[in-house]
């Protein structure tokens, strides 16, 4: 809990330092606005601060002690200028119902993670860069050349309050981005759309549920969400300086996450058309291009990942950008993976853009990990009804003016790109954000539609309730096991990761050790240096001149690995009697001469094939049980490098 709390007070002292900047440069702003948008901007500049800091090797426990320092003072010395006047019985109801979200978020927060992406990387990463000092590239997770401005902040969760410290960051922004929200929406279209907005951004299952785990889509949405609004409303004030807000926002939405590509040029594009229409073309022109100065916000990441890998988006377009340490059949892996989500669909523009769309709230399954093929995936991964709904009620009733169409075209474009690319929702919480402003406007301005009103107010106050419900019976319920001592962290964990106990055994191994992780990604709960193995995920193994058991060793030994685990609990049963049977370690049948000519020419198999070579013909050590895995000793290794 501790770690928790300390990086809330590190992200107020944050939001009121840097609102005291917004709010002297626009006294326009409703002061929660300020506080809100401030925040979130003081967490992309240490972001991006600390990718240089990582750069040089300035990564430590004592950099993070002035980081925290430095924050609490600023804010403590700025927040004599911040007045809020009283709370209002409508403010109240805003704050109950954010309040409930962010007190499930912070049970979330406080308990142990569970979540995958968390595991794998999101956490994993900044863990191994914290250990190293400094970011250096991290062999196999691809993820790690990721834009990391959100994912950054958690090494210094991590640093002064280890896992529940790096989480505490995703619910900082959950509590700034709906300040921002409440107050932007109050200031444009007054109290009631203040509520109604927050009600909107807080009623999103995706939201609520990664506003308590270290997953970034709700940093970014914001970044990137709030980026539209801003532009929009810059453009239409025609300005002429340099848009720096939307600027700096559009470019948290590049440093967080590539699909911020997609929003800067949706924003763009939408703004440049929009100065044609209004026949002021030189004004949407020189606005549109403008905002192309937010790739500077984004560019450490883009160099860095195009110096070392051949290509600023690695590993995405590897058939047009090409890029080291990837080829062609990894990229239709990780393409394929991109493209499962949605339903079933054909080629080009004769998708189904209506299923595609809507799906997201009556079919959600398909639209979020896991077993998206399936229909399986998790409902906490949805947009929800409220934001499908509200947007397109709110396009139908031409609701507001100018603002507000171009807002809801710049949707529509971020929309159609997600649709041609790859429909998974979570990539979609951007349009949460300027969805929930637009339908503040629906829910406060159409009271002569009796019936309209009533009845988004119902889907929203609906959406809210079943959001909350969701979150508590999938998360909260459970975990108040370990709040309220009923189950220890440790015990907990073990239930919902079965890598978490044998992760302690593998803990106890020399310092020196080295572990080759296959069918297994959760390396944060590692305290030794480990590899995803598997030949998806990078061509650090050579598997494909391998053409034998002892050769597939030697390789082993060559890159410093001490020991391999295997899982096998996502093996199918036949395919797990059949790699035992091979090995040695199982009667049974073994895989057939056929099976093996196969295997050997489909790099996605040959590994199994190799590693059950491998421990029959004894080129490997010892083997031990884990739950559900293998624990394979690799003889001969000297000190393995990292």
């Known amino acids: 809990?501790?770690?928790?709390?300390?990086?809330?007070?590190?992200?107020?002292?944050?939001?009121?330092?840097?609102?005291?900047?917004?709010?002297?440069?626009?006294?326009?702003?409703?002061?929660?606005?300020?506080?809100?948008?401030?925040?979130?901007?003081?967490?992309?500049?240490?972001?991006?601060?600390?990718?240089?800091?990582?750069?040089?090797?300035?990564?430590?426990?004592?950099?993070?002690?002035?980081?925290?320092?430095?924050?609490?003072?600023?804010?403590?010395?700025?927040?004599?200028?911040?007045?809020?006047?009283?709370?209002?019985?409508?403010?109240?109801?805003?704050?109950?119902?954010?309040?409930?979200?962010?007190?499930?978020?912070?049970?979330?927060?406080?308990?142990?993670?569970?979540?995958?992406?968390?595991?794998?990387?999101?956490?994993?990463?900044?863990?191994?860069?914290?250990?190293?000092?400094?970011?250096?590239?991290?062999?196999?997770?691809?993820?790690?050349?990721?834009?990391?401005?959100?994912?950054?902040?958690?090494?210094?969760?991590?640093?002064?309050?280890?896992?529940?410290?790096?989480?505490?960051?995703?619910?900082?922004?959950?509590?700034?981005?709906?300040?921002?929200?409440?107050?932007?929406?109050?200031?444009?279209?007054?109290?009631?759309?203040?509520?109604?907005?927050?009600?909107?951004?807080a009623g999103c299952p995706v939201v609520a549920w990664e506003s308590g785990t270290a997953y970034i889509d709700v940093a970014h949405g914001l970044f990137a969400g709030l980026g539209i609004l801003y532009a929009v409303s810059e453009f239409l004030d025609e300005s002429r300086g340099i848009p720096w807000l939307p600027v700096a926002l559009l470019g948290g939405g590049l440093a967080t996450k590539h699909t911020g590509l997609q929003i800067l040029a949706a924003v763009a594009v939408v703004i440049v058309v929009a100065g044609f229409l209004r026949k002021k073309p030189a004004v949407g022109v020189r606005f549109g291009f403008s905002l192309v100065l937010a790739v500077l916000v984004a560019l450490p990441w883009y160099a860095r990942t195009s110096a070392l890998q051949g290509n600023p988006v690695y590993p995405f377009f590897y058939s047009i950008l090409g890029g080291n340490d990837w080829d062609q059949w990894r990229s239709e892996v990780y393409s394929n993976e991109q493209a499962s989500f949605g339903v079933k669909q054909t080629v080009g523009l004769t998708k189904n853009p209506g299923h595609a769309v809507l799906g997201m709230g009556y079919q959600p399954g398909r639209y979020t990990n896991p077993m998206q093929t399936e229909g399986g995936g998790f409902p906490s991964g949805a947009v929800g009804a409220t934001v499908i709904v509200v947007g397109l009620a709110a396009a139908a009733l031409r609701v507001g003016g100018r603002r507000e169409r171009l807002v809801l075209a710049t949707v529509g474009v971020a929309l159609l790109a997600w649709y041609l690319l790859s429909q998974q929702t979570r990539y979609l919480t951007v349009i949460a954000v300027p969805i929930a402003l637009v339908g503040s406007d629906a829910l406060s301005s159409i009271r002569k539609r009796e019936f309209a009103t009533v009845a988004l107010a119902v889907v929203v106050v609906g959406q809210w309730l079943y959001t909350v419900g969701m979150v508590y019976k999938m998360e909260t319920e459970t975990r108040m096991l370990v709040v309220t001592g009923q189950a220890s962290p440790v015990a907990y964990r073990n239930a919902f990761i079965p890598f978490a106990e044998d992760a302690e055994k593998l803990n106890q191994l020399p310092e020196t050790s080295k572990i080759a992780l296959y069918d297994e990604v959760f390396g944060f709960l590692l305290d030794r240096p480990y590899m995803w193995a598997n030949p998806g995920h990078s061509k650090t193994i050579p598997y494909d001149p391998l053409s034998s058991g002892e050769e597939y060793a030697d390789a082993m030994r060559g890159l410093g690995f001490t020991h391999i685990y295997l899982s096998l609990r996502l093996t199918p049963p036949e395919e797990r009697q059949k790699f035992l049977a091979t090995a040695g370690l199982a009667a049974g049948q073994p895989y057939s001469d056929q099976e093996r000519t196969e295997m050997n020419a489909n790099l996605d198999r040959k590994w199994r094939l190799l590693l059950a070579d491998a421990i029959r013909e004894n080129a490997l050590g010892s083997i031990s049980q884990g739950k559900g895995a293998l624990i394979i000793e690799v003889p001969g290794t000297s000190t393995p490098q990292r």
């Open 1 to 201: 809990m501790l770690g928790g709390l300390l990086t809330l007070l590190f992200v107020a002292g944050l939001a009121i330092g840097f609102g005291s900047i917004v709010v002297r440069r626009r006294p326009d702003f409703d002061p929660l606005e300020a506080i809100g948008v401030g925040g979130l901007l003081g967490l992309l500049t240490v972001g991006v601060l600390t990718f240089f800091l990582g750069m040089l090797g300035l990564l430590s426990v004592p950099v993070a002690g002035v980081l925290f320092i430095a924050s609490l003072v600023w804010g403590g010395v700025s927040a004599r200028q911040w007045a809020f006047g009283k709370i209002s019985g409508r403010d109240a109801g805003a704050i109950a119902a954010i309040g409930i979200v962010a007190l499930l978020a912070w049970v979330s927060v406080i308990t142990p993670t569970t979540e995958w992406d968390s595991l794998a990387y999101h956490l994993a990463v900044p863990k191994l860069w914290l250990e190293a000092g400094r970011i250096n590239p991290v062999l196999a997770i691809h993820h790690s050349y990721f834009p990391f401005a959100a994912d950054n902040l958690f090494i210094w969760g991590l640093a002064w309050g280890g896992e529940y410290g790096a989480k505490g960051f995703s619910l900082g922004f959950f509590l700034l981005g709906s300040l921002a929200i409440y107050g932007l929406a109050r200031r444009w279209y007054g109290q009631d759309a203040g509520v109604w907005a927050g009600l909107i951004f």
